[in-house]
Structure formats: structure tokens, C-alpha cells
């Protein structure tokens, strides 16, 4: 089992920057991928960044050059770091987080980018 809490969404204005944080609990050593999805109503769940166990990155293509993931291992937590926010990203973003051939999500934190 893997526990996902993610903190930092809010409302930024376009141009602005900012950081979500997760928290990662439980089965740890198990967790060879990581990354943040975001959803907006009536679309699917996208991928928007990943890290795997060996460090490797992946990018959604709308963020490229904007966005972050990075990850302390010794303290459990992942990041992603926006910048250049559009109003397009307002979104749900969760973490996630895969395991032994589960994943697992947190309950997802709202980002609003607005003027």
C-alpha cells in the first residue's frame, strides 16, 4: 500500500508560478514510477510529468519548459514546479504513484490559474 497527499494548489495568475507538493507513504520501496495527472471536468485524466525509479523524466507536451518534477527521496516527497502558468492548466492535479502493478492516486489538489 502506498499513501499519496498532495499540497500547495491555489489560485496563481497567468505568468505566475507554483509548487505542488506529495507527500509519500507506506510501501516506498516499491515504487518504481511517479508523477502528476491533472483533469479538468468532462476529459480524461492526463499525464503532465513522471519520474521513474532511475530518475528519468517525462513531459506532457503542453508543458514543456514550464513544468518541473523532481522528487527528495529522503524525505518522500515529489514536486512539480509551474511556471509560466496559462489558464489552460487550471486543473485538478493528482499524484501518483505505481506499485507492484498498482496505482495509486491522492485526492488531488485544485490549481486555478486566473486574472
Known amino acids: 500500500q502506498v499513501q499519496l497527499v498532495e499540497s500547495g494548489g491555489g489560485l496563481a495568475q497567468p505568468g505566475g508560478s507554483l509548487r505542488l507538493s506529495c507527500a509519500v507513504s507506506g510501501s516506498i520501496f516499491s515504487i518504481y514510477f511517479m508523477g502528476w495527472y491533472r483533469q479538468v471536468p468532462g476529459k480524461q485524466r492526463e499525464l503532465v510529468a513522471g519520474i521513474n525509479s532511475g530518475g528519468s523524466t517525462t513531459y506532457g507536451d503542453s508543458v514543456k519548459g514550464r513544468f518541473t518534477i523532481s522528487r527528495d527521496n529522503a524525505k518522500n516527497m515529489l514536486y512539480l514546479q509551474m511556471n509560466s502558468l496559462k489558464s489552460e492548466d487550471t486543473a485538478v492535479y493528482y499524484c501518483?504513484?505505481?506499485?507492484?502493478?498498482?496505482?495509486?492516486w491522492g485526492q488531488g489538489t485544485q490549481v486555478t490559474v486566473s486574472s
Open positions: 501518483n504513484a505505481h506499485s507492484l502493478g498498482q496505482p495509486y
